[in-house]
């Protein structure tokens, strides 16, 4: 598995998301869309709409991250609208195998999360049922948090739990990323790198997320 960086938009400039998409668009893997409703998480940022604005305005996939309750009611419409990886919250998640399974149906990869506090292995049967498990480094809701170190033994045992199953599984972090964080994620097993104010923040966008990547190929021994 390569490594990959998903900037995140939510520490872009709303107002112009066509640009901060191209800013990053010649190195980033992804472009990370934190969609929050004000209900599952306390901020509200963004939904299909402006997705599909952002779709039209981009050829960076885009990695809708759905904080949101009732997640089965409105996964499929970013999948359906062309979103390249929709990711729903377990917790948040009524019939997570059924939505899981409409977002492949209409031809995005499907992702699960948990939040710091959530442990893996519950979910360790549904792991057939995804293309990326989502491991929260921060409490989500907010950029620009300190990640936390916490999460560390959690994303070492989803490693184990996913090379055991289906190594084909991606599993991402998402939260507080940056140059000083992302050696100790990849070392642990990570390989999706969510980072919002490491790269928005940075003079040279691209040029952050080409650091990224270089520190978390390093750190993890993978290109
Ligand atoms: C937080 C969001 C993250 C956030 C990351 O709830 O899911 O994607 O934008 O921002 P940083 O990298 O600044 O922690
Ligand atoms: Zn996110």
């Given at each position: 598995m390569t490594i990959q960086i998903s900037p995140s938009i939510l520490n872009a400039d709303f107002a112009h998301l066509a640009d901060e998409a191209a800013a990053v668009s010649p190195s980033a893997d992804w472009l990370h869309v934190d969609v929050m409703d004000?209900?599952?998480?306390p901020n509200l940022t963004l939904g299909l709409p402006v997705v599909e604005s952002l779709l039209k305005a981009t050829d960076t996939p885009l990695d809708c991250h759905l904080m949101i309750e009732e997640p089965d009611r409105w996964a499929p419409a970013y999948a359906e609208a062309g979103a390249g990886s929709v990711t729903i919250h377990a917790k948040a998640a009524g019939a997570p195998v059924r939505t899981l399974r409409e977002i492949r149906r209409l031809g995005a990869r499907a992702g699960l999360a948990l939040n710091?506090?959530?442990?893996v292995e519950p979910y360790a049967d549904l792991i057939g049922e995804m293309d990326m498990l989502l491991l929260m480094t921060v409490e989500p809701g907010f950029g620009g948090q300190k990640f936390l170190d916490m999460v560390l033994p959690k994303i070492r045992r989803a490693r184990e739990l996913l090379d055991s199953r289906d190594a084909s599984v991606w599993l991402q972090v998402d939260g507080g990323v940056s140059a000083e964080t992302i050696e100790r994620a990849a070392e642990a097993g990570a390989d999706v790198f969510v980072a919002g104010s490491a790269v928005y923040g940075a003079q040279d966008p691209a040029g952050a997320v080409e650091s990224l990547r270089s520190l978390a190929a390093e750190a993890s021994g993978r290109k």
């Open positions: 004000n209900h599952f998480v710091p506090g959530e442990a």
